[in-house]
C-alpha cells in the first residue's frame, strides 16, 4: 500500500500552486538544516580547537601528548555519536520526529556550551562523549522527517540541501576560529564551544512551527489499533508490534537492503575517513616545497575540500531527480573511484592540487549524499528512523580503524599518494553492490 494519495498530493499542492512546496515542507527542511549544520559546527570545533584545548588542560604539553589528547577527546565523540546515533533514531520511530530532534539538538548545545567550562581534561573528555550521544541521533531523525513531508519529485532536492549543512557547519567553525584566535587568549578555544549553545535558541522555532510528519503519526494511529485488536483477541504479537530493529532483520527485503546498504556506508565512510587525513598533509607537502606556508595551506585544503563537498551536496538532488538514484550512485562511485589516482598523477603544482582537493571532496565526502536521498526510500514508516540509524552509525563502528589503516599505508608507501589510490579502489565494491539495489525514483514512500 502506497503512503502519497491523491488527496495528499492535492494537499501538499494547496499550499503554493507555483512548486506545490507549503510552510509544513519549509519548516521541516529548515529545522532539519539547521539541526544539521550545527551538527557539523560542534564536531568540526573539536577538529580546530583540540590542540589549544589540552595545550591549556593537560599537564604535559608536548606535541605527543597534545596529539594522544586529541585523539581521545575525538575518539570519544565519535564513540558517544555512534551509541547515540543507534539508539536514538530507535527513539525516533517511538516518540516522533519531531520531539526526537528537539531533544537532540537541545542535548548537544546545552553539553557543548558545558565544554566550555571544562576544568580538566577528563571532564572535556566525558562532555564530549555525553555530548556524542546526542549529536548521533540529528541526522537520522531529520532525515527521515523531511523524506516523509516532502513530495517524491522534489524529496532528493530538499534532502541534498539538509546533507550540505554539515559542510555549511564546518566552514562556519572554521570563519569564527579564523576571526577569533587572533584576538583571544590562550583560553580562547572555551569560547568556540560556547558558541555552541546558540542552536538551542532555534528551539523555539522548532517546538512552534515544525509539525509533527503525519506519515510517523499514521503508523502510530495503525500500531495502537493493532495493539488494540491483538489484546482484544488474544492472539499473537504483530510485526506492527515488534520492537522496530527486530521488524527490519524480520523481513528478508528489508534485511537484503540493510545489509547490502550498510556494506556501501562502510565503504564510503571508510574512504572519506581513510584520504581526509591525508590530504593536508600532501598540500602543505607542496606549499613547502614552493617556499609558502605550509601550515596556512594545509587548513585551506580543509576548506576547499569541504566546499567541494558542499557543491556535491547540493547537486545530488537534483541529479537524482534527473536520471534517478542509482545512476546518480554509479556517478558518485565512479569518480570516487578515478579521482584519487588522477589527483597524484599530475604535476605537484599547489593550484591544480588544489583544484583536484575540491574534486576529490566532490566525490568522497560529497558521496554521502545516497545516504539521506536512497536510504528512506528503502523502509517501511515505522522503522524507517531505525534502519536509517543503524546504517549511518553501524558503518562508524565497522570503519572506525581506516585511520589507523591508512596511516599504516602512509608509512608503508612513504606518502599519500599510494594510499588514497588504495583506499579509492574500495569504490569499485560500491559499484556493484549498486547493481543488486532497486530504483525509486519517483516511488512514494513504503509503508
Request: hydrophobic share 50%.
Amino acid at each position: 500500500m502506497v503512503v502519497e494519495t491523491e488527496r495528499d498530493r492535492r494537499g501538499a499542492q494547496s499550499y503554493f500552486a507555483i512548486d506545490g512546496i507549503g510552510p509544513a515542507q519549509k519548516h521541516s527542511l529548515l529545522s532539519s538544516f539547521i539541526g544539521w549544520m550545527f551538527d557539523g559546527y560542534e564536531t568540526s570545533t573539536l577538529f580546530l580547537v583540540g590542540g589549544a584545548a589540552m595545550m591549556s588542560l593537560l599537564p604535559s604539553t608536548d606535541a605527543a601528548s597534545v596529539q594522544r589528547g586529541v585523539g581521545i577527546a575525538i575518539s570519544g565523540t565519535l564513540l558517544g555519536w555512534a551509541v547515540g546515533g543507534a539508539v536514538g533514531s530507535i527513539f525516533a520511530d517511538y516518540v516522533g520526529r519531531k520531539r526526537m530532534l528537539v531533544i537532540s539538538i537541545a542535548g548537544y548545545s546545552i553539553l557543548t556550551a558545558f565544554t566550555a567550562l571544562s576544568p580538566n581534561f577528563y571532564c572535556l573528555v566525558a562532555l564530549r562523549f555525553l555530548t556524542g550521544l546526542f549529536l548521533g541521533c540529528e541526522w537520522s531523525t531529520g532525515t527521515a522527517l523531511i523524506a516523509e513531508t516532502w513530495p517524491a519529485r522534489a524529496r532528493a532536492k530538499a534532502l541534498g540541501i539538509m546533507q550540505s549543512g554539515y559542510g555549511f557547519g564546518f566552514l562556519l567553525a572554521s570563519g569564527l576560529w579564523l576571526l577569533l584566535q587572533p584576538l583571544l587568549s590562550s583560553e580562547g578555544w572555551r569560547s568556540m564551544f560556547a558558541l555552541g549553545v546558540i542552536p538551542a535558541f532555534f528551539l523555539i522555532y522548532i517546538r512552534r512551527e515544525l509539525p509533527e510528519s503525519q506519515l510517523w503519526l499514521d503508523s502510530q494511529s495503525f500500531r495502537r489499533k493493532s495493539e488494540a485488536v491483538e489484546t482484544k483477541l488474544m492472539t499473537k504479537v504483530a510485526p506492527e508490534q515488534k520492537f522496530t530493529l527486530t521488524q527490519v532483520f524480520a523481513d528478508s527485503t528489508s534485511r537484503s537492503r540493510l545489509l547490502k546498504t550498510l556494506v556501501l556506508a562502510c565503504i564510503t565512510v571508510a574512504v572519506f575517513y581513510g584520504t581526509n587525513a591525508l590530504i593536508p598533509v600532501y598540500i602543505s607537502s607542496i606549499a613547502s616545497q614552493a617556499g609558502l606556508n605550509a601550515k596556512y595551506w594545509a587548513s585551506m585544503s580543509a576548506v576547499i575540500f569541504n566546499i567541494g563537498a558542499i557543491i556535491s551536496y547540493i547537486a545530488a538532488g537534483f541529479i537524482c531527480d534527473k536520471v534517478g538514484r542509482k545512476p546518480y550512485m554509479y556517478f558518485i562511485f565512479a569518480g570516487g573511484l578515478v579521482a584519487g589516482p588522477v589527483m597524484f598523477s599530475i604535476p605537484p603544482e599547489l593550484t591544480t592540487a588544489l583544484v583536484a582537493t575540491a574534486v576529490l571532496g566532490f566525490f568522497t565526502l560529497g558521496a554521502f549524499s545516497w545516504m539521506p536521498i536512497y536510504l528512506p526510500e528503502l523502509f517501511a514508516t515505522r522503522v524507517r528512523a531505525t534502519a536509517l540509524g543503524f546504517v549511518f552509525n553501524m558503518a562508524r563502528f565497522i570503519a572506525f580503524a581506516t585511520p589507523i589503516y591508512s596511516a599504516w599505508l602512509f608509512t608503508t608507501f612513504g606518502g599519500p599518494a599510494r594510499a588514497v589510490v588504495s583506499l579509492s579502489l574500495l569504490f569499485a565494491v560500491s559499484l556493484i553492490i549498486v547493481f543488486v539495489l532497486p530504483e525509486t525514483k519517483g516511488r512514494p514512500l513504503p509503508e
